[in-house]
């Protein structure tokens, strides 16, 4: 059985009354297939450290994907943080740890380190938390990017850990990911380039000889028939157009460069892959904000979605609409997939 996420925006632009994010939440709650919530970071975005327990308090089944910046908070501190969350919402709780491919992004809030080195900070920042996390004794901890002396939280996850969620393309971050990685987060790609990926990271892995997971992140438009499927894809497509010149669907700047976006927009030279699979949104936004999708009847898309789950993606984070999010209808697809994949 596979697992399946989704994304929520903490609060939407201008909310300023959380109505709306207590409705979205109580939806997500009430789901019979979401397993997980990932609940994004930026430094323009309300804070997820303050809705992410928000939205533990409101439920009691779904569980939170928190992400999470290394250089906002230092690791002691953000290991008591995770610790006292994990805590309170009965281990329902993982962390997608995400270094930032976006300087702009990142200079907002002061962290000026290099990209080179994000990579090799990350790692020692996992360090101190896992030991943290695990450890009774008080230590200290003197390194190249954080030191602390007689570290000792007094609350530790309920499991000794909280997964740690991660993506990323690069070498670094391929590294990274087959030496802490519980589960490595893959932009969709067409079946050869996804498995491709998966080979990559599993041979890292073997060096470490840690186990790891997959999930792959799409978005679905899914109609009765393959044209009615279409329909809403190219509605979304023409409310991206619209919107060219403003930031609203934006998810990073223009300028920013990864190894992961430039192996997205590559994909775009052709705005279909093997079955169903689209690029027409990737191009529009940039190679950011999870844009690849299938588009087609639920029959279709499970079957595609069939031959990524051979490959070994054993979690996807599924969402829909312009926004990269979730939506009821597609509750009965996700609970298909729980079944049948």
Known sequence: MVDIFTGLQPLEIG???PALLIERAYQLNASEAIDRVLVGYSS???HNHATAPFLAALTDKLSLIVAHRPGV???AAAARYFATLDVLSGGRLAINLVTGGSDKDLHREGDYLPKSERYARASEYLDV???AWSTTAAFDHNSRYYKAERIHPLIQPLNKHVPIFM???SDDAVDFGASHADLYMLWGEPLDGTAQRIERVREAATKYSRPIEFSLSLRLFVGDTDEAAWDAARAV???ILGAQGTTKFLRSS???VSVGRNRQLALTEEELHDDCFWTGLVKLLGGFANSAALVGTEDRILESLAKYRD???SAFLITTGAEAAWDPSLENIARRMKKEL
Do not use: V
């Open 311 to 313: 490959l070994g993606i």
């Open 167 to 169: 993506g990323g393309e």
């Open 129 to 131: 938390m896992k030991a």
């Open 73 to 75: 908070i230092d690791p």
């Open 15 to 17: 909310e300023t009354d």
């Open 254 to 256: 223009s300028t920013d």
């Open 237 to 239: 497509e023409n409310t």
């Open 44 to 46: 323009i975005w309300p």
